[in-house]
């Protein structure tokens, strides 16, 4: 037979004979793989930012309390960041397509609840729930990409969840906007919810078929143990934080609080003796051993606690205190986006490589340099404030945002030993969780804080104008804190230490609880 001849039965004859053609039916279904998780992925991002700019809209239909509002979204936080690590080990040892097709049809049924809630109490448990299917589906995204491409592909396929991660920043806004301001059906506010049941069910079908299974030789064990302190820790010091400005205080309110702090020192000596036994702690304490790596992990947890604060004070202020619809405060942020976007790709490329550290401070006071911009930008215009004034300090805060997330794993995991990278990128996502749900919790006092208990409609958005500057006020002196830690980061990050998130050169199976956020792969 020549080289030439192609027909099916001819090549039969030879020894190999329809390689070519599996190989492309192959390639093509792990293709189609890829874009299931990348849905799935988009799903999730998109649903965080697509609640935000609806909080006013659930806030006026469903009653809720401004502490219920603020646990619609701390709650999906703290339940995600408790079972991230935890989802992506129970993918790990019982199969990556199986916990992933478990999480979608979780995440889809609490959609369902969420759409369909009936009080701001069910509402809250739904998001709590999602949060919890977030955390066995998210992890598994970036295993199976592990396990389904070659180390030489994933940097392409790092490319394209940096253009969902873009996407989803840019759209979710926007699609909250239009599926609120739309109310279809007379649903105000629930569509943002219900658009997940037909994303998820296609979801669920095509990924039964595309995505094969994997698992890890050597899975770490759980530790149910660990998630229980961690869980119990943050409810004692978040639920206060939320209900005590309209309980007055109480006594009980600052006793756990300070309880919180005995629950994360038994987790801490809980934590070292489980590591003594089977080498599977939930937290892997020997990593603050190194200085670059302790440090990054505050700047995470500190940076998530700024954008809690403002992301939601932001939308609060614009719909609630300007009175703005919501479509017109979610093409106001547009620029926001698009600045992160930008400003992230560039980092990377070609900012980080010449000037290493100096480029994610830069970010910080870029950011902190938007915050004051906004604050004497309200001050200035007051009630009468445009869209397009706010958009200078918004750009600016959007480029020091991307100059941050996009490097910033990379650097807190590039003096990390290799075998520990894994069980490094997992909780680094962890704790901006985790710091996010707290910066939602201090909502509370920086914000409502400021607010009196009963304004008539005129002195609402006086009121809501004055506790955004205040609450502004806050996120820039944390924004001052994180360049100041930054300065224990490594000087010019590595490129990189196999095996931790940074992507391509990463291992065939990256430890559970694997980046959330794609953009965080570098």
């Not at 992506?88 to 979780?106: N, P, Q, S, T, W």
């Not at 894994?422 to 914000?447: K, P, W, Y």
């Not at 944390?478 to 990050?493: H, K």
Request: positive net charge; proline residues 5%; hydrophobic residues 55%.
């Amino acid at each position: 037979m020549t080289s030439t001849e192609t027909s099916g039965t001819e090549m039969s004859d030879a020894p190999g004979a329809g390689r070519p053609a599996a190989r492309d039916a192959a390639d093509r279904r792990r293709w189609f793989a890829l874009a299931i998780v990348m849905t799935a992925a988009f799903m999730d991002l998109v649903d965080v930012t697509i609640v935000n700019i609806a909080i006013p809209s659930i806030q006026r239909d469903a009653g809720a309390t401004f502490s219920q509002i603020q646990w619609i979204t701390a709650g999906y936080a703290l339940a995600f960041a408790a079972g991230l690590v935890t989802g992506g080990r129970l993918g790990d040892i019982h199969g990556r397509k199986r916990l992933f097709l478990l999480g979608v049809a979780g995440f889809t049924v609490a959609s369902a609840l969420c759409g369909f809630a009936v009080n701001p109490e069910m509402l809250v448990a739904s998001r709590i729930l999602q949060g919890a299917m977030a955390a066995l589906m998210v992890p598994q995204v970036l295993s199976i990409v592990h396990a389904t491409f070659p180390a030489h592909e994933r940097g392409k396929v790092f490319g394209l969840f940096g253009a969902i991660v873009g996407l989803g920043a840019v759209s979710g806004p926007l699609l909250g906007a239009l599926l609120t301001e739309g109310n279809l059906f007379g649903l105000e506010w629930r569509p943002i919810f219900l658009i997940n049941l037909p994303v998820g069910l296609l979801a669920l079908v095509l990924g039964r078929r595309f995505i094969g299974e994997s698992r890890a030789p050597r899975a770490l064990r759980l530790d149910l143990v660990g998630v229980a302190l961690v869980t119990l820790g943050l409810l004692m010091l978040l639920y206060p934080l939320t209900r005590g400005r309209e309980l007055g205080w109480p006594l009980w309110g600052h006793l756990s609080m300070g309880g919180s702090v005995l629950v994360f020192a038994a987790l801490v000596a809980y934590e070292r003796r489980k590591t003594r036994r089977d080498g599977s702690p939930l937290v892997e304490l020997s990593l603050f051993r190194v200085k670059s790596f302790a440090a990054g992990i505050a700047v995470q947890t500190v940076f998530g606690v700024a954008l809690g604060v403002f992301f939601l004070v932001w939308t609060l202020y614009m719909q609630i205190g300007l009175g703005w619809t919501a479509l017109r405060a979610g093409l106001t942020g547009v620029p926001f986006s698009i600045a992160v976007s930008a400003a992230a790709g560039m980092s990377v490329q070609l900012l980080v490589p010449r000037f290493g550290r100096k480029v994610l401070q830069a970010g910080a006071l870029l950011m902190a340099l938007g915050v004051l911009l906004y604050i004497w930008e309200a001050d200035r215009y007051g009630m009468e404030i445009a869209s397009w004034q706010m958009a200078l300090p918004l750009v600016v805060m959007g480029v020091g945002m991307g100059f941050i997330v996009a490097p910033l794993t990379d650097a807190v995991l590039s003096e990390v030993p290799r075998e520990h990278a894994g069980s490094a990128s997992g909780l680094i996502n962890t704790v901006q969780q985790m710091g996010n749900a707290l910066g939602l919790g201090l909502v509370s006092v920086v914000f409502f804080g400021e607010i009196g208990d009963h304004l008539t409609r005129r002195q609402v958005g006086p009121a809501f104008v004055h506790a955004f500057q205040h609450a502004l006020g806050w996120v820039a002196a944390v924004l001052a804190v994180i360049f100041l830690l930054m300065f224990a980061l490594p000087r010019r990050p590595a490129q990189h230490v196999e095996g931790g998130a940074a992507g391509a050169a990463g291992p065939e199976r990256p430890e559970s609880g694997a980046p959330k956020q794609p953009e965080l792969v570098g």
